[in-house]
């Protein structure tokens, strides 16, 4: 742990968002409980529409029946009368039921809204969690503080650095041979690291890989044409290339960052 920057305002910034989602989950759960109620209403008003389209079925079946009978005079016209009127009754009850049913359909709420709050406060709470738990600075890897920049009890500003970790766990030299040198370079080939202030020290490591390329000091585009100058120099030096080279075991007296070495590839 490298240092702790003070926790409690995210505490409190955490403890709000737990907060506010078991609210909206406590809100959820009510509001459910609603709408399973609310189904069940439309459930049952639906299912009142097939009896009375029964009855209505009934009803108008019974006056065609009557109807023919009465000009023979085998039904009176009262019997007539009320076949009619039932059959108005169950029109009127059909049309009251489905009333009903599509109203009853129409009062389920959605739990969508809700659903989607208490994913947000999830989200929310999750940040705060992880503002709470970077309040804790850690050091990525094994290495020695240096340039520190800052003392107990100042205000620490974002994007400044306060110091400078020196990764202790992977060293690497980095070796710059003339083009010329390259050929038969591959990576794996085993090196030798010298250090020019340990004479007679050496280090053992491995070539990790072979730089790409590197800016050329001519050649360059402008407006995306290629710059060429008029004058040419007709002493051509060779261009140099990064090797890198993988420390093994290093002696942690022997290496700092930007030590002189000479590396020594074995081909």
């Excluded at 009176?76 to 009853?104: F, I």
């Excluded at 930007?258 to 590396?263: A, I, R």
């Amino acid at each position: 742990m490298l240092y702790v920057i003070d926790q409690e305002p995210y505490q409190y910034a955490r403890d709000q968002a737990l907060a506010q989602l078991h609210n909206l989950q406590a809100q959820l759960a009510i509001e459910t409980t609603q709408v399973e109620s609310q189904v069940s209403h439309a459930d049952a008003s639906r299912s009142g529409v097939p009896g009375a389209q029964a009855r209505l079925d009934l009803a108008q079946r019974t006056l065609a029946r009557l109807a023919p009978l009465e000009r023979n005079g085998f039904v009176t016209v009262e019997q007539l009368d009320q076949a009619r009127t039932e059959v108005a009754t169950a029109k009127a009850a059909l049309d009251e039921a489905q009333q009903a049913a599509t109203g009853a359909r129409q009062a389920v709420r959605s739990i969508a809204p809700l659903e989607a709050a208490v994913a947000g406060a999830r989200s929310a709470l999750s940040l705060a969690e992880r503002n709470l738990r970077v309040t804790v600075v850690r050091a990525p890897c094994d290495g020695i503080v240096t340039a520190l920049d800052v003392s107990a009890g100042e205000y620490a500003v974002a994007g400044h650095p306060l110091f400078t970790i020196v990764n202790t766990e992977e060293w690497w030299a980095v070796g710059n041979f003339r083009e010329t040198q390259l050929a038969g370079t591959q990576t794996g080939q085993n090196a030798e690291v010298y250090l020019v202030g340990m004479t007679g020290r050496h280090v053992h490591g491995i070539v990790d890989s072979l730089n790409a390329g590197v800016l050329p000091d001519e050649g360059t585009t402008a407006d995306g044409l290629p710059r060429v100058p008029r004058s040419l120099n007709w002493v051509r030096i060779a261009q140099r290339f990064p090797v890198r080279v993988k420390l093994i075991d290093p002696p942690p007296d022997l290496v700092r960052i930007g030590e002189t070495v000479s590396v020594v590839i074995d081909r």
